[in-house]
C-alpha cells in the first residue's frame, strides 16, 4: 500500500535535482512550499451542510506536524440560534476508533455565528474534520478533508537569537569558572583563598565549547532530516512530449525513489477522473488547459494536447492517493517546435470528453471570457474567507444559467503571478472530491452506518446565472483566476485578475 | 582567615545563632519525630556549649542555618523530578502539552524555588553576612556563595533559556514527540544544575556536621535523586524491550556504577549507595503505583492504545542490588588512599555489577514483559502511552545484538571500571566539599 506521502521522503534522500533546489530555496526565502496539496495555499475552505445548517468550515493547517490547527465555523444562512459545535480530528489511518473526544467550538465574540476551535494534528498524513453541530434545528456532522503536513522551515527572528546567545555565552563561562575555580574553592576549608587556575579554566572552557559544538551538530542533523524527510515535498513529475496518431501527446511519470517506475500509484478518483491536470503558459498566464490524462502505466499517464500556442507551460496534476491524501505534482514543459517531435508507436490515449482549454484571444467575435464574467470587487485581503463569483452572461448581457460541468457548477484554477499559489477549487471549497467522498465512506463504516456517495450539495438547488468559489488567499500579490463551466453543452471560461493586499 | 570578632559582634552571633539553633531542631523533628526534635536540640545545645569562641559560634551559626537551605533546595529538585515523571506520564495519557499542565506546574515551582532560595543565598552571603559566613563560601565574579547556590542558580538560568529555545523548537519542528532534542538537553542540564546544586549543599552540610544522620540521609536521598534522574534521560534506551540488548548493558555499565561509587564514597551512612539506589527506587515506584489510580483518556489522536488510567513509567532498574555490593566492597576496602587502589576497587565494583546487576536485570525483564507483572506493583501492562500499537512487540525483545556477548561484556568491563574509577575518585572529592 502506498504511503501517505507519495513516497516524497525516499527520493529527497537520494536525488538533488533541480526541482528539489529550486524548491528549497523558496522554502527558505520565502517560508511558501511549492509542492502540498495544492501550491502555497494551506487553507480548507469547505462550503457544506451538517444536517439542517449551511456552514463554511475553513480549516488552517499547522506549518509543522505535530502542530494545532486553526478551525473557524461560520453559520451560513438565517440566524439558527445558538447552536453546539464540535471539532474532532481524525486521522485516516486510525479512523473513529482512534479519535479524541471531540472539542467544543466556542463563539467568537462580536461575530454572530462563528465559532472557533484548534486541532491537535499530530502525525503527517491525510485526516478528516468532522464538525458536528447541535442545536433547535436538530443535529448534524459534515466531513472535511484536511492534509497534516510539514511545510515550512523556520528561521530564528534576531531578537531570540540575541536572547539565546548572550544567555548562552553566560551559561558557558559561568560552568568552565564554576568548574575550574568554583570546584577548587569548595573543596578548601572555608577561609583559604586560591590564586591562579585561569589555565584550568581555559582548559574546561574549551571542553564545554567542543560539547557546544557537538550539540550544534546534533543540532544540524535534526534539522536536515526534517528538511529531506519530513517536509512534505510531493511525488516528482516528470512531463515529456511525443507524437502519437499525428497527435502530440504529454506523457508524466510519478517519480519514486528516484526514479520514474517501481510500485503502482494507488489513486482514487475525483469526477471520475484520476489525474486533473491544468497547463498554464508561463509568464503571460494567457493559454490554460484542464485535462484529464489516461492511465498508462503503474506511475504514469498520457493525454492528447490540443493545438496550444507554443511557449513554456507550468504543469499542475491534482491526484488523491487512497488514503485520501490530496497532493498537486508539478513539471514544466516546452511546447515549441512540436511538429518535429518523433513519432511513436504507442497508440495514443483517448481524449477525454470533458478536457477544455482556453486562450486569450478567442478567434470567434466574441470573447469567450465575456461569457463568464468576474462580479464583484476585485480587491481582497490574505487570509480572509472570499466568494470568487462568476455570472454567465449571453451576447446581449443578459444572465444565462449555467450548466454543471464534471458535476459541479464549476471549477476554478486561482494562481498568484509568480506562481507561488496555486489551487484548484470549487463552489463547495478548496479539498479533494475524492478524499471527501473517501472520509464520508470512512466515517459511514465506523458509525455501522451503510456508505452513501452523496453529491446533492455539488450542485445547486435551482437554476442559476451565478457560480462561487469560496477561498482564503494565501498572500498579498497579483493573482490570476480562471473559472469554468458551461452554458448549454459547451464549456466556457471566465478569467480575472484580482489584487491581494 | 575569618576576621576577628568584636565582642559585641559575637553576642549578636550567639544571640542568632540559638535562634537558628532551635530552627534546626525543627528539621530534626522534620526528619525524626518527637524524639528528633529532642536528640536535636540537646545536640545543639552541647555543641553549643563546647564551642563558645565568637569565630567558631559564627560559622556553627552559618551552618546550621545553611542545613534549612539544604533541605529546601532537595525539596525544590524532589518536586523537579515529581513534575518531570508526571509530564512523561501526561504526555503518554492525556497528550495535549500546553504551559500551565498541572505537570509543568510543579516543575516551575520547583525550579523557581530553587532559584529564588540560591538567588537570596548568594544576595545574602554576599551583602548581609559578615566575614566568617563570607570565608565559608565560594567566589564568583564579585559574589559569593556556596558552591551549590552557584551551581543550583546556573541550573535555574540553563532552565530559564532552555523555555524560550524549546518554545522555537515546537514552532519549527513540531510539539514534544522525543525526550531527547537539544533544548531537552539544556533543560536537563539546568535540572541537573539545580540537583547538584542541591546535593553539593547537603554534601558541604553533611561534611561539616558528620555527626548527623539526618543530613548522611539527605544526601543519600539526593544521590539516588540524581542518579535516577539521569538515567531517566535515556528513558527509550532503557525501556524493558530493550533491557538484553548490548546497547543497554553498555548504557548502565557506563551510568550506574559512577554513581553508587561517589555515593558510597562520599556518604557518612555504612550503606550510603543502598539507601541511596533504594530510596531512588521507592520514590519513582511510589510514582508508578499512585499515577494508574487517576483516570484519565487521551486527547489527542491517533489513539491506538485507549488507556482509562494515567500511564506509569516502567518499574525502576534495580539499582539497589548492586549498590549493596558497592557498599559492601567498600566497607572491607584496605584503607590505602591512592589512585591504584580505587583502581582495583574499581575493577572489582564492576565485576560486582555485571555479575549482580546485568543478570538480575535480564531476568526481571524477562518476567516484566510476561502476564507476572500485570499487576499494580510492578504495573507492567500500564505504561504504554495511547500512541503505542498493541502488539507481539509489547512482549517481546528488540531484536538488537544480545548483551551476553564477549564484545558487549568487554566493553561493559571496560565502561564499567571507568565509570566506577571516576566514582569513587569524584566521591573523594566529594568528602572534601566544605563550602
Not at chain 1, 506536524?65 to 440560534?81: F, H, K, S, Y
Not at chain 1, 523556520?154 to 548562552?168: N, R
Not at chain 2, 514552532?171 to 542540564?189: C, T, W
Not at chain 2, 528488540?398 to 564484545?407: D, K, Y
Request: charged content about 15%.
Amino acid at each position: 500500500m502506498l504511503n501517505d506521502f507519495g513516497d516524497w521522503p525516499v527520493y529527497l534522500r537520494r536525488e538533488y535535482n533541480m526541482k528539489w533546489i529550486i524548491g528549497y530555496i523558496c522554502v527558505a526565502l520565502f517560508g511558501i512550499n511549492l509542492a502540498t496539496a495544492h501550491v502555497g495555499s494551506p487553507a480548507v475552505v469547505c462550503d457544506g451542510l451538517a444536517g439542517p445548517y449551511a456552514v463554511r468550515v475553513i480549516v488552517l493547517p499547522p506549518p509543522v506536524i505535530p502542530g494545532r490547527a486553526e478551525i473557524n465555523v461560520r453559520m451560513l444562512g438565517q440566524d439558527v440560534g445558538p447552536v453546539k459545535v464540535t471539532v474532532l480530528p481524525v486521522s485516516a489511518l486510525a479512523g473513529l476508533a482512534g479519535a479524541p473526544p471531540p472539542d467544543l467550538a466556542e463563539p467568537v465574540s462580536g461575530e454572530a455565528g462563528l465559532y472557533h476551535g484548534e486541532l491537535w494534528l499530530m502525525s503527517s498524513g491525510s485526516y478528516s474534520v468532522h464538525v458536528t453541530i447541535a442545536g433547535s434545528r436538530g443535529g448534524g456532522a459534515l466531513v472535511v478533508p484536511v492534509v497534516a503536513a510539514a511545510t515550512r522551515t523556520l528561521g530564528m527572528s534576531v531578537l531570540l537569537k540575541a536572547v539565546l546567545v548572550v544567555l548562552g555565552v553566560i551559561l558557558l563561562i559561568s560552568a568552565a569558572t564554576l568548574l575550574s575555580l568554583g570546584l577548587r574553592q569548595s573543596l578548601l576549608p572555608p577561609g583559604v583563598e586560591t590564586r591562579g587556575g585561569v589555565g584550568t579554566m581555559a582548559v574546561v572552557f574549551l571542553v564545554l565549547c567542543a560539547s557546544v559544538y557537538g550539540g550544534k551538530r546534533w543540532w544540524d542533523a535534526v534539522d536536515a532530516n526534517y528538511r529531506h524527510n519530513e517536509i512534505y515535498h510531493a511525488s516528482l513529475l516528470d512531463g515529456s512530449l511525443g507524437r502519437s496518431d499525428a497527435h502530440t501527446v504529454l506523457h508524466l511519470a510519478v517519480g519514486h525513489d528516484g526514479t520514474y517506475g517501481g510500485e503502482a500509484l494507488s489513486l482514487i478518483p475525483d469526477h471520475g477522473k484520476l489525474m486533473h491536470l491544468f497547463l498554464i503558459r508561463e509568464p503571460q498566464l494567457d493559454v490554460l488547459a484542464h485535462l484529464h490524462p489516461a492511465r498508462s502505466g503503474p506511475r504514469s499517464f498520457d493525454v492528447i494536447l490540443p493545438e496550444l500556442p507554443e511557449g513554456h507551460y507550468r504543469v499542475y496534476s491534482d491526484i488523491t492517493y487512497e488514503t485520501g491524501f490530496a497532493a498537486t505534482l508539478t513539471t514544466a514543459i516546452d511546447l515549441s517546435r512540436t511538429s518535429a517531435l518523433v513519432e511513436t508507436k504507442m497508440a495514443a490515449p483517448k481524449i477525454d470528453p470533458d478536457d477544455s482549454w482556453w486562450k486569450s484571444t478567442s478567434e470567434t467575435n466574441a470573447k469567450e471570457e465575456d461569457w463568464l464574467r468576474f462580479v464583484g470587487e476585485r480587491r481582497f485581503k490574505k487570509g480572509e474567507d472570499v466568494n470568487l463569483v462568476f455570472k454567465g452572461t449571453s451576447a446581449s448581457g443578459q444572465p444565462v444559467n449555467l450548466s454543471t460541468y464534471m458535476g459541479m457548477l464549476g471549477h476554478a484554477a486561482v494562481r498568484r503571478s509568480d506562481g507561488s499559489v496555486f489551487a484548484h477549487i470549487h463552489p463547495v471549497g478548496t479539498f479533494s472530491m475524492a478524499a471527501e467522498d473517501f472520509f464520508n465512506a470512512q466515517r459511514a463504516r465506523d458509525l455501522g452506518l451503510t456508505p452513501m456517495v452523496d453529491h446533492s450539495h455539488h450542485h445547486p438547488a435551482a437554476a442559476t446565472s451565478e457560480v462561487s468559489f469560496p477561498y482564503v488567499f494565501p498572500q498579498s500579490g497579483n493573482y490570476r483566476i480562471w473559472a469554468q463551466t458551461k452554458i448549454g453543452d459547451r464549456v466556457v471560461t471566465g478569467v480575472a485578475d484580482v489584487s491581494v493586499d | 582567615m575569618p576576621s576577628k570578632q568584636t565582642f559585641r559582634g559575637s553576642q549578636r552571633s550567639r544571640f542568632i545563632f540559638l535562634l537558628l539553633a532551635r530552627a534546626n531542631g525543627l528539621s530534626g523533628v522534620i526528619v525524626s519525630g518527637r524524639a528528633g526534635w529532642r536528640n536535636a536540640s540537646r545536640r545543639i545545645m552541647n555543641s553549643a556549649s563546647l564551642s563558645f569562641s565568637p569565630g567558631s559560634i559564627h560559622a556553627k551559626s552559618t551552618a546550621r542555618s545553611d542545613s534549612w537551605v539544604a533541605l529546601a533546595l532537595v525539596i525544590a529538585a524532589t518536586l523537579v523530578s515529581i513534575g518531570l515523571s508526571w509530564d512523561i506520564s501526561w504526555h503518554s495519557t492525556i497528550g495535549r502539552d500546553t504551559f500551565w499542565t498541572p505537570a509543568h506546574l510543579v516543575i516551575y515551582i520547583g525550579g523557581a524555588s530553587a532559584g529564588l532560595i540560591s538567588g537570596w543565598i548568594a544576595i545574602r552571603t554576599t551583602y548581609f553576612t559578615d566575614a566568617v559566613a563570607r570565608a565559608g563560601s565560594v567566589a564568583l565574579w564579585g559574589g559569593r556563595a556556596p558552591f551549590g547556590i552557584w551551581v543550583s542558580i546556573w541550573g535555574a538560568v540553563a532552565m530559564i533559556t532552555s523555555a524560550p529555545f524549546d518554545n522555537w523548537w515546537h514552532e519549527a519542528y513540531g510539539l514534544d514527540v522525543k525526550i531527547l532534542s537539544p533544548p531537552h538537553v539544556l533543560l536537563f542540564f539546568g535540572v541537573l544544575g539545580l540537583r547538584l546544586g542541591a546535593g553539593l549543599m547537603v554534601l558541604r552540610e553533611q561534611n561539616r556536621h558528620p555527626e548527623s544522620r539526618a543530613l548522611g540521609w539527605l544526601f543519600c536521598w539526593m544521590a539516588g535523586l540524581i542518579m535516577s534522574g539521569t538515567i531517566g534521560l535515556f528513558l527509550v534506551e532503557i525501556w524493558p524491550t530493550r533491557q538484553h540488548s548490548s546497547e543497554f548493558f553498555a548504557l548502565v555499565s557506563a551510568l550506574i556504577p559512577f554513581f553508587l561509587a561517589a555515593t558510597t564514597r562520599a556518604s557518612k551512612l555504612k550503606w550510603g549507595a543502598t539507601i541511596a539506589a533504594g530510596s531512588s527506587m521507592l520514590f519513582h515506584a511510589s510514582i508508578m503505583w499512585i499515577l494508574p489510580i487517576f483516570p484519565a483518556t487521551p486527547k489527542l489522536g491517533p489513539i491506538y492504545h485507549p488507556v482509562t488510567h494515567m500511564v506509569a513509567s516502567p518499574f525502576p532498574l534495580w539499582t539497589i542490588l548492586p549498590a549493596l555490593a558497592f557498599d559492601l566492597l567498600w566497607q572491607r576496602r584496605k584503607n590505602r588512599d591512592s589512585w591504584t587502589a580505587d583502581l582495583i576497587l574499581a575493577g572489582g565494583a564492576a565485576i560486582a555489577f555485571i555479575v549482580i546487576f546485568l543478570p538480575a536485570q535480564w531476568e526481571f525483564s524477562k518476567f516484566y514483559l510476561s502476564s507476572g507483572s500485570h499487576n499494580w506493583f510492578f504495573a507492567g501492562d500500564r505504561i504504554w502511552s495511547y500512541r503505542a500499537r498493541p502488539g507481539s512487540w509489547w512482549t517481546s525483545f528488540f531484536p538488537n545484538e544480545a548483551g551476553w556477548t564477549m564484545p558487549s561484556i568487554i566493553r561493559c568491563s571496560i565502561f564499567a571500571t571507568a565509570s566506577a574509577f571516576f566514582g569513587f575518585s569524584s566521591g573523594k572529592r566529594m568528602t572534601q566539599v566544605q563550602r
